[in-house]
């Protein structure tokens, strides 16, 4: 196996970019940063530091992947999967009352026990999926 330090840099300066942004966001806002939050609520007034924010996560992955700092992918999946997916997570982040990026970053950085217990049961589902899956041999 390979090892590639240059992709801690690049998990490090993301990290510090999120850290920012979040921060940031709260000022501006008075609202916690998370990116489903943020989409539910995008055509909602103030619109333009929504749109902003969607427009830099976008911007940041088609800027990382045109220096080369993304790898390449291939996902194991039909559009009707990917489709159930993003619903799943959608409809999941709005009963947790936010996303990962919500809960995870901002809410367990504030000591939120919500978020501590949410980020938990989201880990604990993705590693199920993933089993079931490599399983199913899908």
């Known amino acids: 196996m390979n090892f590639d330090i240059s992709v801690f840099y690049y998990a490090a300066i993301g990290g510090a970019l999120l850290g920012v942004a979040s921060g940031l966001y709260y000022l501006l806002v008075g609202r916690i940063f998370g990116v489903s939050g943020i989409l539910f609520s995008l055509f909602e007034k103030p619109i333009a530091i929504r749109a902003l924010s969607v427009l830099g996560l976008l911007a940041a ?8 700092a993304l790898k390449t ?23 947790a009352n936010g996303c990962t990026s919500g809960h995870g970053i901002c809410g367990i950085s504030r000591f939120s026990l919500r978020s501590l217990v949410s980020v938990i049961i989201f880990m604990i589902a ?3 999926t993933v089993f079931i899956k490599s399983k199913l041999g899908a």
């Open 61 to 68: 992955g088609l800027i990382l992947s045109k220096i080369g």
């Open 73 to 95: 992918i291939e996902i194991k999946a039909n559009y009707i999967e990917l489709i159930i997916a993003g619903f799943l997570v959608g409809y999941g982040s709005r009963i």
């Open 126 to 128: 993705a590693i199920i």
